[in-house]
């Protein structure tokens, strides 16, 4: 539960500022963004992701050392699974 | 050095773990406590132990928040979502953690409505997906999480969603570092500081340990290299007589944390006057709940709680051991009645638990050399 994993913002909801469409590993799904209103993360950008909240703006380079440590932690599967929201992503 | 060519910058690995031989050297001992969690995990999966020189003592602090919740909270949570309407929703990591009657998952299997999430916002969404029920999420977690409760209690309040409470087990990390420091029979040189949480709450908060208890501590990444940086930092501090805080991971920990996020935590939380940890027992100030304005999405105060208290086998010896006066496997438990299948004591109860690490993958290693021996 404490390691975060990378993804990078793919849009912002037009409708919520606060909202946004990432890729994470080839998985999409929203997350939120409030808790990054002083420094807003844009398209294109590498965020940090806990518990479905971005907690920081990471560099690309950091999202793949970060994802490799997820790998060799042998964590990448599970988390995947997790961020997928067990069945409620994508449900309106 | 099991994995070391996969890791990132072996030459860097194999250099620092080098400087690390020479600094420590072999006059005396050097015991650190990594006080996360997910700290405990990597250094067990990646086996920094093989590559730290034995007079480098690693202690696994009290970071895993599964593991330091007591079972009466779970119980409690529990009871309440025994009304038909209610529907229980936790991260998957307490699903299997048992309650005197039971974990998340058998009380599933006996009918009750529960859901695993990954987001306190999931919950949420489950709220508003199911208008006629009432969804309690049983929140988890230290500074790394809460401030995601914090800004989803924030939009049901600003949505005006009613149906939907938080079981709030938020705990902070500080007050727990004291009160290990505050034991008697603790012995420790030196802090890894978490990562994530440190995402959170910044360097600052740690000062006061190197400043009142004289101990350096440094903020950590989780990367193998970046531990061992951390040990080579506190080895110099402990080396020269210093005592501060530095920041190993600078390219995703701000010094002054997330303010944004510690607004949330503001917003909606305050300190419970004090909270009970599985192996410490009761820790002043060390615990939020929520503030009276958010009273009507707050379930303890919504609900009946029954307020169960179940304490711990006495054979257990969970607080020696997240104290560091014990080894996970010299506690009189340990890999026969408390296993990661039973777990009976706190730290066995997650894959970051300290006890849980080193069965997973001490224990098994051991296993293996003795049967090759055999064979």
Known sequence: MCLAIPGKIVEISSDNQDSALVDIVGVRRKIDLGLLQDDKPVPGDWVLIHVGFAMSKISEQDANDQMNTLRLLGEVEGAVQEVQGYGLEGVQ | ?375
């Open chain 2, 1 to 375: 050095m099991r994995f070391v060519d996969e890791f990132r910058e072996p030459e860097l690995i194999s250099k620092t773990a080098e400087e690390i031989r020479r600094l420590a050297g072999t006059e005396r001992q050097y015991r650190m406590m990594e006080v996360c969690g997910g700290h405990t995990h990597a250094i067990y999966r990646f086996g920094l132990k093989d590559i730290l020189p034995e007079n480098i003592e690693l202690i696994h602090g009290p970071g895993c928040p599964v593991c330091v919740l007591p079972m009466g909270r779970i119980d409690d949570g529990l009871a309440i979502a025994q009304q038909p309407e209610i529907i229980f929703a936790a991260f998957g990591d307490m699903m299997r953690v048992p309650g005197a009657q039971g974990s998340p998952l058998e009380h599933k299997a006996r009918g009750m409505d529960v859901r695993i999430v990954y987001s306190p916002s999931d919950a949420l969404k489950l709220a508003r997906l199911n208008p006629e029920k009432h969804v309690m999420f049983f929140a988890i977690g230290f500074e790394t999480t809460a401030p995601s409760t914090a800004l989803t209690l924030m939009r049901a309040k600003a949505e005006g969603i009613r149906n939907f409470s938080v079981f709030c087990n938020h705990v902070t990390i500080i007050p727990a570092i004291r009160a290990i420091l505050d034991s008697p029979d603790m012995r420790l040189d030196a802090f890894i500081g978490p990562g994530h949480v440190s995402t959170v709450i910044g360097c600052r908060p740690y000062e006061w340990v190197a400043a009142n208890e004289h101990k350096p501590i440094v903020v950590s990444g989780f990367e193998p290299l970046d531990m061992l940086q951390s040990v080579v930092m506190l080895l110099n501090q402990l080396r020269r007589g210093e005592a501060r805080v530095e920041n190993q991971y600078k390219r995703v920990v701000p010094w002054e944390g997330n303010r944004a996020a510690l607004r949330a935590m503001a917003e909606v939380f305050q300190l419970r006057p004090y909270f009970e940890w599985r192996g410490l027992g009761f820790i002043s100030q060390s615990a939020l709940r929520l503030r009276d304005t958010y009273a009507e999405w707050d379930a303890e105060q919504r609900f009946d709680v029954p307020g169960i208290r179940v304490t711990d086998p006495k054979a257990a010896q969970c607080g020696e051991v997240l104290k560091g006066v014990l080894k996970p496997h010299q506690c009189k438990l340990f890999g026969r009645e408390c296993t990661p299948e039973h777990p009976i004591g706190a730290l066995m109860v997650s894959s970051e638990g300290s006890c849980a690490a080193y069965f997973n993958y001490e224990h098994r290693k051991a296993a293996l050399t003795s049967l090759r021996s055999i064979a």
